[in-house]
């Protein structure tokens, strides 16, 4: 700040004291104003308040010093200005009353020069500190301020935009509802005209008793089961979702393995496939159909993709990692390459084209698995052999509150 913002009020009823007063000061480059009693230093400030300092004689006729001060301080605007009285009494009381009415310090006459300078570089360098905190202040006020609107500016912005966020996912939720809809409807009324069509053929094709017919009747019929099979597929895709968790419970792993194993018996004697269990985890809350799903996609797969030079091997682990229970299936079959890991999980998709089959059960296995919260993870090597792991949430109570039990169980072996 430079030394002419410092503006000082000189108050004193003679004109030499004043004109004494600022012929010393004004050295130091102040600007002043002067006013020769206190009424016409009240008129001053009633009109500027912006002085840094008010030396004031006391003794002043009608309004002396003390009772100016008095009314002075009477405005809050005013209450920031320190006073420095100006006096030849040099006592006790007269000093007493002086800052009783709010001044900051004394000057007795006759006036020391330096004494006087000082004293008012005190005040000065007092001022200009202040002024300094308060610029610091309104600057730091400002940039809150700035900030505060950013803030404000942004949070509306990530409002908005999760407001579009949630009307797009609910349009999205909506598209794929009406998505599962559509194939869960198509898929069931599909099946009763295409039974028709096969009974239709079929009668006519008892019908007519050529040779050069019976191909054609074999080729037929095969379309024709492997529509219903794609019908099938696509009504076992629209369940996952539409019924996905409506009988969620505690399941144990044999039971499942157990309705599993009925269903792919014929599977395991006609490939003499070993199947060792070992199930460390015992049960689990989930949904028991989805679970047998999981199952039996996983252990068909690795009796379809047997190696035809090996009697396969099959393994089902279960366990716990962390917190998670793992489901792992591992086979020594044909394998394939660790590139194509994503495409197994693709609907419709395949890497061997050698055996019969549609491409879906992966693509139900990774959606049942993904829609409950877990992740499945797979490792193969081509003619090695293939391992699945399934990663479940692990849901630590029943329904009925008590913890589950997590216990080894043996090693089974079927044959």
């Not at 009020?9 to 002067?34: C, H, M, P, W």
């Not at 001022?127 to 301020?145: A, F, M, P, S, V």
């Not at 499942?256 to 018996?265: F, L």
């Amino acid at each position: 700040m430079d030394s002419s913002e410092i503006k000082i009020l000189l108050v004193d009823d003679r004109e030499d004291n004043l004109v004494s007063i600022q012929a010393v000061l004004e050295k130091d480059g102040y600007t002043f104003r002067q006013a020769n009693s206190g009424q016409q230093a009240l008129k001053i400030l009633l009109k500027e308040i912006d002085f840094t300092l008010i030396l004031m004689d006391v003794h002043m006729p009608n309004l002396n010093g003390f009772e100016t001060a008095s009314l002075i301080y009477e405005r809050d605007k005013l209450k920031h200005i320190p006073i420095i009285f100006i006096t030849a009494n040099n006592n006790d009381n007269n000093a007493f009353r002086g800052y009783q009415t709010g001044a900051a310090d004394y000057i007795y006459k006759p006036i020391n020069p330096d004494l006087l300078r000082a004293k008012v570089s005190v005040f000065v360098d007092l001022y200009r500190k202040n002024h300094l905190l308060l610029t610091q202040e309104k600057k730091l006020i400002q940039i809150n301020n700035e900030l505060e609107e950013r803030v404000r500016k942004r949070t509306e912005e990530l409002e908005t935009k999760n407001t579009e966020l949630e009307i797009k996912n609910a349009e999205l939720s909506k598209v794929n509802n009406d998505l599962d809809n559509f194939i869960y409807t198509a898929s069931h009324d599909l099946k009763a005209p295409i039974a028709n069509i096969e009974g239709l053929l079929t009668a006519l094709f008892e019908e007519i008793e050529e040779e050069n017919v019976l191909d054609i009747k074999k080729m037929v019929l095969s379309s024709i089961e492997k529509f219903k099979h794609t019908i099938n597929d696509l009504t076992e895709i629209s369940k996952v979702q539409k019924e996905s968790w409506e009988d969620v419970g505690v399941v144990k792993f044999a039971d499942v393995w157990e309705e599993v194993k009925t269903d792919i018996q014929t599977s395991i004697d006609q490939s003499k496939a070993q199947i060792k269990l070992d199930f460390k985890v015992r049960e689990i809350q989930f949904s028991k159909k989805n679970l047998r799903s999981i199952l039996y996609n996983l252990l068909s797969n690795a009796i379809k993709y047997s190696s035809p030079e090996r009697t396969p091997l099959i393994e089902v682990v279960t366990h716990k990692k962390h917190d998670a229970i793992i489901l792992r299936v591992s086979d020594n079959g044909l394998g394939f390459n660790q590139t194509y890991q994503n495409k197994i999980f693709g609907m419709f998709k395949r890497l061997h084209q050698h055996v019969e089959g549609s491409g879906i059960g992966l693509y139900i296995v990774k959606r049942i698995v993904e829609n409950s919260g877990g992740k499945i993870e797979v490792h193969s090597k081509v003619d090695e052999g293939t391992t699945f792991e399934i990663y479940f949430k692990k849901n630590g109570k029943t329904n009925d509150g008590e913890t589950l039990k997590i216990a080894p169980s043996k090693g089974e072996v079927v044959k």
